[in-house]
Structures are given as structure tokens and as C-alpha cells.
């Protein structure tokens, strides 16, 4: 994550480096939040 853009990608990954789900988060409480779920 870089702490001067506006977004957040994260990705979720299994030990075998297959990606299980991911995505792109506003830097705000509601981009937060919206992570968590």
C-alpha cells in the first residue's frame, strides 16, 4: 500500500500462491470497513 494514493489492492492468496479474492479500498473509514467484510 502507498499511504499517498487514495486506494488500497489488496489480494488474498493460498499457500500455493492462487489468488482466493482481493480488492481495491478507498484510504477512508468507509474503504476500511469495506476491507474488513
Known sequence: MDPHKRSA???V???DE???GGGRFATDTDGYT???R
Do not use: N, V
Request: net charge negative; aromatic share 0%; charged share 10%.
Open 9 to 11: 489492492t489488496i489480494e
Open 18 to 20: 492462487a489468488i482466493q
Open 13 to 15: 492468496m493460498s499457500a
Open 34 to 36: 469495506a476491507m474488513l
